[in-house]
């Protein structure tokens, strides 16, 4: 690929985020923890459970992609960028 190797580790890292599930989401990135829709998320997951670790629930939770620790250059010499797909 035209993008390996560590003199596009910091690019790499910037442009492909990780991705959050559901819960997470909920809970630390929604300002309303997920009591109000918006457009990542319709509801908050299942109280059972169930969905906490979801990254995508058709109508219900879109997926959301955020920078982290691993992401961060500057104070993780070792960051990357995250690729993901799902069924």
């Given at each position: 690929f035209g993008l390996q190797g560590d003199k596009n580790r910091q690019k790499l890292a910037e442009r492909f985020k990780?991705?959050?599930?559901?819960?997470?989401?909920?809970?630390?990135?929604?300002p309303t923890n997920c009591t109000i829709a918006d457009d990542v998320a319709q509801r908050p997951p299942a109280e059972d459970g169930s969905e906490d670790g979801k990254f995508f629930q058709m109508g219900s939770?879109?997926?959301h992609f955020r920078a982290t620790e691993k992401?961060?250059?500057?104070?993780?010499?070792a960051c990357t960028g995250h690729f993901m797909d799902f069924p």
């Open positions: 990780r991705p959050t599930t559901w819960k997470d989401y909920c809970t630390l990135v929604s939770y879109k997926g992401n961060d250059c500057e104070s993780n010499e």
